[in-house]
């Protein structure tokens, strides 16, 4: 069992004490700043508490009681509107709007809304008006007037000693959200977070990033809130520590407007997940200018919610040493929705990328017997971990009777004799596969070579073959790219450069480009750009059955003569 030297220490009931601390003690400080037009609006943390205060009060004065599902992205309404609700001990449940915006269905909205049956439903706009009323709570909620629903400045009471006396009451057990998430399955089911999990979750990072005491975070982050590194993570790390948070409305596809908002927002602290990372190298590398105002003054970059290429990480870790002002370190780390997320870090040098450090204060860890495909499970129990889900046949627990959480991720030690050197995350078990011959298919590897060889090309990949002869491959291609002649050729000559001294079970026969991109409200993929292996291949039969039959003229092939290669 692995176990961090350093203990957890004491730290507050909940993260939303720590708000209510830091908006007494530093009122004037900037909390938000969001996009507003082509200018940016900056909240205080007076502003805020005072907003939170008061629609608490309007929630009391409703006599709401049961929780309150949020359907649009981060905001500063969504902000207000989540502390307002934890402030008087209601549980929230944020929603991507992958699944009430986005979606031609509303069954899967429907699905894990009936999961927590909300009493209150907020939405940012008029264009939510659909899934607002396919739920059918009590109390509709918007940001702006709209037909049907309350405006929550109208909302909003006068806040009196009742919202102090109720946030007095929320204790470590009271459920602060449920947070959704598909597993390998697709299938919706909501992890219980309570306040002392989040709570703990930020004293850990506390202890492992010291400078966060003494030094108030400024972040920038486009990441989520409906997901757990963006909502929990992110924004908690600067709720529970005084810091300011940057609203970055881009995606990983306009790095651009990042960039910009990095440079006029000079934060000490970024994160991201590899997609977002990839994009940004590129862009940096080409103009050094650019690179050396984004790097200056940041004190940590680190990576999480799926592993970097190792290509991007050495080519990330050039940049930071070469335009970094304040020598940033460059670190991952790992963790689930189940652990309010994170769970090991590696606070310490590292040249490798998929090593994903050690447990953080108060986590055990251990590593399960390998099983059938030659990898150990993880599995994890400290205070931050979740003990139960709720699903669409009713509550079921998250770990065993000794508070052990099997996560479904597979890792080693770096170094046998020397756990101090970190842990490898090794993919997910789920996501690999045998072949006919018997071999296991390591998928983190076999797609970590392909995006490697087809960098600029290949956007995404998942892999295919379970029980035939060969690994094949469905890919999106990187924006502008087409499917023509000249790409299948440079296609073919990636898979010849993955074939090069690979294995049957390494080497990549054929591969189909995707038309259509993955879907986001049937859980292909998520809003962080983590593509689902097992549900795109059960979403996409024909196409899967093209690429493994390998007979369609659609499909591209390896090169006959691909160099050397191995057996197995």
């Given at each position: 069992?692995?176990?961090?030297?350093?203990?957890?220490?004491?730290?507050?009931?909940?993260?939303?004490?720590?708000?209510?601390?830091?908006?007494?003690?530093?009122?004037?400080?900037?909390?938000?700043?969001?996009?507003?037009?082509?200018?940016?609006?900056?909240?205080?943390?007076?502003?805020?508490?005072?907003?939170?205060?008061?629609?608490?009060?309007?929630?009391?004065?409703?006599?709401?009681?049961?929780?309150?599902?949020?359907?649009?992205?981060?905001?500063?309404?969504?902000?207000?509107?989540?502390?307002?609700?934890?402030?008087?001990?209601?549980?929230?449940?944020?929603?991507?709007?992958?699944?009430?915006?986005?979606?031609?269905?509303?069954?899967?909205?429907?699905?894990?809304?009936?999961?927590?049956?909300?009493?209150?439903?907020?939405?940012?706009?008029?264009?939510?008006?659909?899934?607002?009323?396919?739920?059918?709570?009590?109390?509709?909620?918007?940001?702006?007037?709209?037909?049907?629903?309350?405006?929550?400045?109208?909302?909003?009471?006068?806040?009196?000693?009742?919202?102090?006396?109720?946030?007095?009451?929320?204790?470590?057990?009271?459920?602060?959200?449920?947070?959704?998430?598909?597993?390998?399955?697709?299938?919706?089911?909501?992890?219980?977070?309570?306040?002392?999990?989040?709570?703990?979750?930020?004293?850990?990072?506390?202890?492992?990033?010291?400078?966060?005491?003494?030094?108030?975070?400024?972040?920038?982050?486009?990441?989520?809130?409906?997901?757990?590194?963006?909502?929990?993570?992110?924004?908690?790390?600067?709720?529970?520590?005084?810091?300011?948070?940057?609203?970055?409305?881009?995606?990983?596809?306009?790095?651009?407007?990042?960039?910009?908002?990095?440079?006029?927002?000079?934060?000490?602290?970024?994160?991201?997940?590899?997609?977002?990372?990839?994009?940004?190298?590129?862009?940096?590398?080409?103009?050094?200018?650019?690179?050396?105002?984004?790097?200056?003054?940041?004190?940590?970059?680190?990576?999480?919610?799926?592993?970097?290429?190792?290509?991007?990480?050495?080519?990330?870790?050039?940049?930071?040493?070469?335009?970094?002002?304040?020598?940033?370190?460059?670190?991952?780390?790992?963790?689930?929705?189940?652990?309010?997320?994170?769970?090991?870090?590696?606070?310490?040098?590292?040249?490798?990328?998929?090593?994903?450090?050690?447990?953080?204060?108060?986590?055990?860890?251990?590593?399960?017997?390998?099983?059938?495909?030659?990898?150990?499970?993880?599995?994890?129990?400290?205070?931050?971990?979740?003990?139960?889900?709720?699903?669409?046949?009713?509550?079921?627990?998250?770990?065993?009777?000794?508070?052990?959480?099997?996560?479904?991720?597979?890792?080693?030690?770096?170094?046998?004799?020397?756990?101090?050197?970190?842990?490898?995350?090794?993919?997910?078990?789920?996501?690999?596969?045998?072949?006919?011959?018997?071999?296991?298919?390591?998928?983190?590897?076999?797609?970590?070579r392909l995006l490697a060889a087809g960098r600029g090309l290949i956007r995404h990949v998942v892999l295919c073959g379970h029980d035939s002869a060969v690994v094949s491959a469905i890919v999106w291609l990187e924006s502008g790219c087409a499917a023509d002649d000249s790409v299948r050729a440079r296609l073919r000559d990636v898979l010849a450069?993955?074939?090069?001294?690979?294995?049957?079970?390494?080497?990549?026969?054929?591969?189909?480009?995707?038309?259509?991109?993955?879907?986001?409200?049937?859980?292909?993929?998520?809003?962080?750009?983590?593509?689902?292996?097992?549900?795109?291949?059960?979403?996409?039969?024909?196409?899967?059955?093209?690429?493994?039959?390998?007979?369609?003229?659609?499909?591209?092939?390896?090169?006959?003569?691909?160099?050397?290669?191995?057996?197995?």
């Amino acid at each position: 069992m692995l176990r961090s030297v350093d203990p957890l220490r004491a730290h507050s009931v909940s993260v939303l004490h720590d708000f209510a601390a830091g908006c007494a003690r530093h009122p004037e400080r900037p909390l938000l700043v969001v996009p507003d037009g082509r200018t940016r609006r900056t909240y205080t943390w007076g502003d805020i508490g005072r907003m939170v205060a008061d629609l608490a009060q309007g929630l009391l004065d409703a006599d709401v009681g049961g929780a309150v599902v949020i359907l649009s992205g981060p905001s500063a309404s969504h902000l207000v509107v989540s502390l307002a609700a934890q402030s008087i001990g209601l549980p929230v449940v944020p929603i991507s709007p992958a699944h009430s915006l986005k979606a031609v269905s509303r069954q899967r909205l429907q699905a894990m809304t009936a999961m927590v049956r909300p009493e209150v439903v907020f939405a940012e706009s008029a264009e939510y008006l659909p899934a607002v009323r396919a739920i059918g709570a009590r109390l509709g909620l918007s940001a702006v007037p709209v037909d049907g629903m309350i405006e929550c400045a109208r909302f909003a009471r006068p806040a009196t000693d009742a919202v102090s006396d109720a946030r007095r009451r929320v204790g470590a057990d009271t459920v602060a959200k449920i947070m959704f998430t598909s597993g390998s399955t697709g299938h919706p089911k909501g992890v219980v977070n309570t306040h002392g999990m989040l709570s703990a979750n930020q004293q850990q990072l506390r202890q492992i990033w010291p400078f966060v005491n003494t030094e108030p975070p400024v972040l920038v982050d486009w990441l989520p809130w409906s997901h757990t590194f963006g909502g929990n993570h992110n924004l908690n790390l600067v709720l529970g520590n005084g810091g300011t948070y940057w609203l970055d409305d881009a995606t990983p596809d306009h790095v651009d407007r990042t960039i910009a908002t990095v440079c006029a927002a000079r934060p000490n602290l970024y994160f991201s997940v590899p997609l977002g990372y990839s994009r940004l190298v590129e862009r940096l590398e080409a103009d050094s200018s650019t690179a050396r105002r984004f790097l200056a003054g940041l004190d940590l970059i680190c990576c999480a919610g799926a592993g970097m290429e190792q290509g991007v990480w050495e080519r990330l870790r050039a940049l930071v040493r070469r335009y970094s002002g304040s020598s940033a370190v460059l670190t991952s780390s790992w963790g689930l929705t189940e652990t309010s997320p994170a769970c090991t870090s590696a606070h310490f040098h590292t040249d490798d990328a998929r090593n994903i450090g050690v447990p953080l204060p108060g986590v055990d860890l251990v590593l399960r017997d390998p099983g059938a495909g030659g990898k150990s499970e993880i599995a994890v129990r400290g205070p931050n971990v979740a003990t139960r889900y709720l699903t669409v046949d009713g509550e079921r627990p998250a770990v065993d009777t000794d508070g052990w959480l099997r996560t479904g991720d597979a890792g080693t030690l770096v170094e046998p004799e020397n756990p101090s050197a970190g842990m490898r995350f090794d993919g997910r078990l789920a996501e690999d596969f045998k072949l006919s011959s018997g071999t296991f298919v390591d998928t983190a590897t076999v797609r970590a070579r392909l995006l490697a060889a087809g960098r600029g090309l290949i956007r995404h990949v998942v892999l295919c073959g379970h029980d035939s002869a060969v690994v094949s491959a469905i890919v999106w291609l990187e924006s502008g790219c087409a499917a023509d002649d000249s790409v299948r050729a440079r296609l073919r000559d990636v898979l010849a450069v993955v074939a090069v001294d690979a294995g049957s079970s390494q080497r990549i026969e054929r591969v189909v480009v995707a038309t259509t991109a993955p879907d986001p409200a049937a859980g292909e993929i998520t809003d962080k750009g983590y593509v689902n292996q097992a549900r795109v291949r059960a979403l996409r039969p024909e196409l899967v059955e093209r690429v493994v039959r390998g007979d369609d003229a659609s499909v591209v092939h390896a090169p006959r003569s691909t160099g050397r290669s191995r057996r197995s």
